[in-house]
């Protein structure tokens, strides 16, 4: 199984929450599944930047 971020896995609960009707999928809903992306993004690009030195230092 692969390896995802805290914030991949914070919005797969949100999503299944929604699909349940636990909570609602609203403004701030949306808000908070866009600043989760965008946290993801930077966590796979420091983790991309780790990757490479590990490559350059061998």
């Known amino acids: 199984m692969p390896r995802v971020s805290l914030p991949v896995t914070l919005q ?12 609602d999928d609203d403004d701030e809903l949306r808000m908070l599944m866009v600043k ?10 420091v983790k991309q930047k780790v990757r490479d030195n590990r490559l350059t230092k061998r």
Not at 36 to 45: F, R
Request: charged share 25%.
């Open 12 to 23: 797969l609960a949100l999503k299944q929450h929604v699909a349940a009707a636990d909570i």
């Open 36 to 45: 989760l992306g965008d946290l993801n993004e930077k966590i796979e690009a």
